[in-house]
C-alpha cells in the first residue's frame, strides 16, 4: 500500500512533478491501460472503415461506420455515464473493456452482414459513455490537489498521441488484414481489463448523499449540478465555446487542402499536416504547461489562452499555404491544452461527491455535440464561401465569444467557495434556481454545517494558489 503524500505546498513552490503523479501505482494502471484502449479504438476505426468499405464499396456506409462511435454520446451520454455512479468504479470499468472486448471480436467474424457490423460497432460504443464517466470520477480518488492537474495534462497529451499512432498502425494493419486489426482492438480491451482489475484497489463507490431515484431522474441531477452551479456553469461555458471553433480546421482539412491541390501543392500531405498539427500543438501545450508553469500562473494563464485559441486563427483570412495554417492550428492546439486541463480539474474539485461520473457525462456529450454542430455548420458556409474566409471569421467570432466568457469568468474566491462547499460530507454546492446570479456569487454549502476553509480539507488549496482542473474531454 502506497503512502499518501501531501500535495499541499506554498504558492512559491513549483507545479507537481511528473515523478509524483507517476509514483502512484493506481494512476500508473490507469493511464496504461486507458492508452491501450485508445490505440486499439483508433486501430478498430481505420479498420472498420476499410473493412465496410470493401464489403459494400460504399464511401458512405464507410463514413457512417465510422461515425457511429459517436452516437451513445450524441443520443445517451448523460445517462450512461449515470450508471457510473451507482456502481464501483472498477467494477465499470473491468466491465465494460469485457463486453468490448467479446462484441470487437464478433465484429472480426468474416463475411458478416454490413448491418450485422454497424450494429456491433454501435453496441460496443454503448460501453464507452460509462468507462470513461468511471474513469474521469476515479481520477480525484487516487490523485489530488495539483498531481490531479499534471495527471490529467498527461492523460490529455497521450490521447493525443495514441490517436495518432493508432491511425498510423490502423491504417497499416487495416490494409493488409482489417480483421487482424479488429483481433488487436478485442486484445487491447482485454489487457486493460486485467490491468485495471489487478492495478486498481477495489475503491467504494460515492456517494451523493441523496436517495437513489431512477437512471432519468439522476441524469437530470446531473444537468441541474452543471448548469445550475454558477462556478461549474461558467467552466463548461469555457470548455465549450473552445471546442467551437478549434475543432474546424481540422474536419475542414481534407476540403481545405483539396483546393490548394491546383496550385501545385500535394492534397494529401497538406491534408495530413494540418490534421497533425492540433495533436502535435495539444500534446506539446498539455506537457509545457502542465509540468512547467506553477499551479497559480496556470490560473491565470486561463483567460489569455481561452482568447489566444480562437484569434491565432483569424489569419487564416489571408489565405497562408498549408505549412503556415499547420502552425496556427498547432498554436491554437497548445493553447486549448493549457486552458482544459486547468478548467478540468477545478471542475473535478467544485464537484460534490457522487455526482462526477455523471456531470463527466454532462460535459463530455455537450463537447461531442458542440465539435459535431460546429464541424457540420462550417461546412456548409464552405459549399458558399472560401474556406480561409469561414474559417477566419468563425474564429473573430470565437475571440468575442472568449472575450464575453472571461469578462464573466469567476473570481478566485468564488472558486475557493465552491471547492470548499464540495468537500463537506454529503452537502452539494448551492443550485441556482435561476441563472441569473452573478457567474462569480460564491457558492454556499447546504447539508450537514458550513463549508470548511480551504485550510482545513485535506487535499484542498485555494485555487489562487494551485489549480485544480476535463471531460470529457470532460477528461473532460
Not at 482492438?185 to 482485454?190: D, H, Q, R, Y
Not at 461558467?234 to 473552445?242: E, K, T
Not at 505549412?323 to 486552458?339: D, K, R
Request: net charge positive; glycine share 10%; proline share 7%.
Amino acid at each position: 500500500m502506497e503512502a499518501t503524500v501531501s500535495d499541499e505546498r506554498p504558492l512559491h513552490e513549483g507545479p507537481a512533478t511528473f515523478g509524483e503523479v507517476f509514483a502512484q501505482r493506481e494512476y500508473r494502471a490507469v493511464l496504461t491501460a486507458t492508452t491501450l484502449s485508445w490505440i486499439g479504438d483508433y486501430i478498430a476505426k481505420a479498420a472498420v472503415t476499410v473493412l465496410v468499405y470493401r464489403e459494400t464499396d460504399s464511401v458512405a456506409l464507410s463514413a457512417a461506420a465510422f461515425a457511429v462511435s459517436y452516437l451513445p454520446w450524441l443520443i445517451g451520454g448523460p445517462l450512461l455515464s449515470t450508471v457510473a455512479d451507482r456502481c464501483r468504479y472498477r467494477s465499470v470499468m473491468v466491465n465494460s473493456d469485457l463486453f468490448r472486448m467479446v462484441l470487437v471480436a464478433l465484429v472480426a467474424v468474416p463475411n458478416l452482414p454490413v448491418w450485422a457490423i454497424l450494429g456491433l460497432l454501435f453496441a460496443t460504443t454503448l460501453a464507452n459513455p460509462p468507462s470513461q464517466a468511471a474513469r474521469s470520477a476515479l481520477m480525484p480518488v487516487i490523485l489530488s490537489g495539483d498531481r490531479l492537474v499534471v495527471g490529467l495534462s498527461l492523460n490529455s497529451s497521450v490521447g493525443q498521441a495514441a490517436q495518432v499512432t493508432g491511425y498510423l498502425v490502423g491504417a497499416a494493419i487495416a490494409t493488409a488484414s482489417p480483421t487482424a486489426a479488429l483481433l488487436v482492438n478485442a486484445a487491447s480491451f482485454g489487457v486493460s481489463a486485467l490491468i485495471v482489475r489487478f492495478g486498481i484497489s477495489d475503491h467504494p463507490r460515492v456517494v451523493s448523499g441523496e436517495p437513489r431515484t431512477s437512471l432519468l431522474r439522476e441524469t437530470g441531477a446531473g444537468f441541474r449540478m452543471v448548469f445550475g452551479t454558477p462556478v461549474l456553469r461558467s467552466i463548461a461555458v469555457l470548455v465549450f465555446s473552445s471546442m467551437l471553433f478549434s475543432i474546424v480546421p481540422e474536419g475542414l482539412a481534407g476540403a481545405w487542402a483539396g483546393e490548394r491541390s491546383g496550385e501545385g501543392v500535394d492534397a494529401a500531405a497538406s491534408q495530413a499536416v494540418i490534421m497533425a498539427a492540433a495533436p502535435v500543438g495539444f500534446i506539446l501545450g498539455g506537457l509545457i504547461i502542465g509540468r512547467a508553469v506553477r499551479p497559480a500562473r496556470r490560473v491565470a494563464l486561463i483567460r489569455p489562452f481561452a482568447v489566444l485559441a480562437p484569434l491565432v486563427l483569424v489569419p487564416a483570412l489571408l489565405d497562408p499555404p498549408p505549412g503556415v495554417v499547420a502552425v496556427l492550428v498547432a498554436v491554437c492546439g497548445f493553447s486549448v491544452a493549457g486552458l482544459l486541463p486547468v478548467a478540468n480539474g477545478l471542475f473535478v474539485r467544485a464537484l460534490p461527491d457522487g455526482y462526477r461520473a455523471r456531470a463527466f457525462g454532462v460535459m463530455a456529450t455537450g463537447m461531442q455535440v458542440i465539435q459535431g454542430f460546429a464541424v457540420i455548420v462550417t461546412g456548409l458556409l464552405a459549399e458558399r464561401f472560401s474556406i480561409p474566409g469561414v474559417v477566419g471569421l468563425w474564429s473573430a467570432a470565437g475571440v468575442i465569444l472568449m472575450l464575453v466568457v472571461v469578462a464573466r469568468w469567476p473570481s478566485a474566491a468564488a472558486f475557493d467557495a465552491a471547492i470548499a462547499a464540495a468537500k463537506v460530507p454529503g452537502a452539494r454546492p448551492h443550485v441556482e434556481s435561476s441563472p441569473s446570479a452573478p457567474a462569480d456569487t460564491p457558492v454556499a454549502a447546504t447539508g450537514r454545517g458550513a463549508a470548511p476553509t480551504a485550510e482545513g480539507s485535506r487535499d484542498e488549496a485555494p485555487v489562487t494558489g494551485r489549480r485544480a482542473a476535463a471531460g470529457g474531454t470532460a477528461t473532460l
